[in-house]
């Protein structure tokens, strides 16, 4: 969930900076981190400076996914990101063991948090050039 947050500060304080929304629509927004990311993703410049395409295929990946089990926009019986959920036949699930997102992310044969981290990183310290 952290990740989730961290990603969505960052993309409303980048549309904030530069205009394209209303802090109204900010403040009631989870889908922002996905229009960020997909906006950076299309200049070469950023491209580059932020890693290659491995690294932003992961980022889009994660961030997709992160807003997909968003409470605000998981489907009813669908992942969430902060507390157990129920499916359709009633089962519970968690999400340290079942969200798949959880389970990628922590696999350390993949890479992928490692990736996502240095990219957020990055994303940290060029932010203010990126969206003055």
Do not use: C, N
């Not at 947050?5 to 996905?34: D, N, P």
């Not at 969200?99 to 940290?124: H, T, Y």
């Amino acid at each position: 969930m952290l990740w989730q947050m961290v990603f969505e500060k960052y993309a409303k304080a980048a549309l904030l900076r530069q205009g394209s929304v209303a802090l109204a629509t900010v403040q009631t927004s989870h889908k922002a981190a996905s229009r960020m990311i997909e906006a950076l993703r299309r200049q070469r410049d950023v491209f580059s400076v932020l890693g290659g395409a491995r690294v932003w295929e992961d980022v889009l990946w994660l961030v997709e996914a992160l807003e997909r089990a968003h409470p605000q926009l998981a489907q009813p019986t669908g992942p969430r990101l902060e507390y157990p959920w129920e499916d359709s036949a009633g089962e519970v699930w968690w999400p340290a063991k079942d969200l798949q997102i959880a389970q990628q992310l922590s696999d350390p044969r993949r890479g992928i948090a490692v990736r996502v981290l240095r990219f957020a990183r990055l994303l940290d310290q060029h932010f203010e050039a990126m969206f003055a």
